[in-house]
């Protein structure tokens, strides 16, 4: 377990890193996840095994710390991404990147180009989301006010999460957990689309077959963005389908 200090009150980013060749390649969860828990066997995988690799905790999840005055934006989950990947002395950095990981991801390499030289964006969120009264995911969270959810509302979200999502997602600060969800929800300005299409980073972008083509697929292929479809899997393809994963993953980053 490594980390570093992210914020002016010394609040920690921690991961687990596996040894092996530059450029280094950085695992990021989604909303509620860990990335040890969702990605270890991706990680060592024939397809993608060989590199420095860090699987990192976001700020309020998983083994990171749980700051409350942390606002928890796209924005400001970036930039703390960016110090922690700055203290392990990372640049130029590949990054695999889950739900709202991808997310951050964009802004990561919008804000901070010289840290990321491509990315595998896994199932990501690109566009902004209404709140949704008893949907699950980010915007059945935003659906609530804050004192709401941290009151009771929390366990409502538990109950629809199920138990495998539960698992990580108790391990989230419930303030961190409800600020995550909202300003993912939210997206930024310009959105997360618009920002990928602006980027000049070789990408790849992840989505299950089941869901049907990707809206938005031809512009993204034309801005440079492969899209490649995995079978049998739901929104945790590196779960639900390791080997398409796998397979789907090196050919995004070989691309």
């Known amino acids: 377990m490594r980390s570093a200090a992210v914020t002016a009150e010394g609040d920690l980013i921690r991961w687990v890193e596996l040894p092996g060749e530059e450029p280094a390649r950085v695992y990021v969860h989604g909303l509620g996840a860990s990335s040890p828990g969702y990605f270890a066997a991706s990680a060592v995988h024939p397809l993608l095994a060989g590199r420095r690799s860090l699987l990192v905790d976001l700020l309020g999840h998983g ?10 934006t796209l924005e400001a989950h970036a930039d703390a991404l960016a110090a922690a990947l700055t203290g392990a002395g990372v640049r130029g950095a590949e990054l695999i990147a889950h739900s709202m990981g991808g997310s951050v991801a964009i802004v990561l390499a919008a804000r901070h180009p010289h840290l990321v030289s491509r990315m595998v964006l896994v199932d990501a969120n690109l566009d902004p989301l209404a709140p949704a009264p008893g949907a699950a995911g980010s915007s059945g969270i935003a ?6 959810f941290l009151a009771g509302g929390w366990a409502q ?7 495998h999502w539960w698992a990580t997602m108790r391990l989230a600060g419930r303030t961190a957990l409800y600020r995550s969800a909202v300003h993912l929800a939210a997206g930024t300005t310009p959105t997360l689309r618009e920002l990928l299409l602006e980027l000049k980073v070789p990408s790849g ?3 299950p077959e089941a869901d049907g ?3 938005g ?3 993204l ?3 440079g963005v492969r899209v490649l479809s995995v079978p049998d899997c739901g929104h945790n393809i590196m779960l639900d389908n390791p080997e398409g994963f796998a397979r789907a993953a090196a050919t995004a980053l070989a691309g």
Do not use: M
């Not at 083994?63 to 928890?72: G, I, K, Q, V, W």
């Open 63 to 72: 083994y990171s710390d749980r700051p409350e005055a942390f606002s928890y």
């Open 143 to 148: 659906a609530y006010g804050e004192e709401e």
């Open 157 to 163: 979200v538990r109950d629809r999460a199920g138990a």
């Open 205 to 207: 972008f992840l989505l």
């Open 213 to 215: 083509p990707l809206p």
């Open 217 to 219: 697929a031809e512009a």
């Open 221 to 223: 292929e034309a801005a």
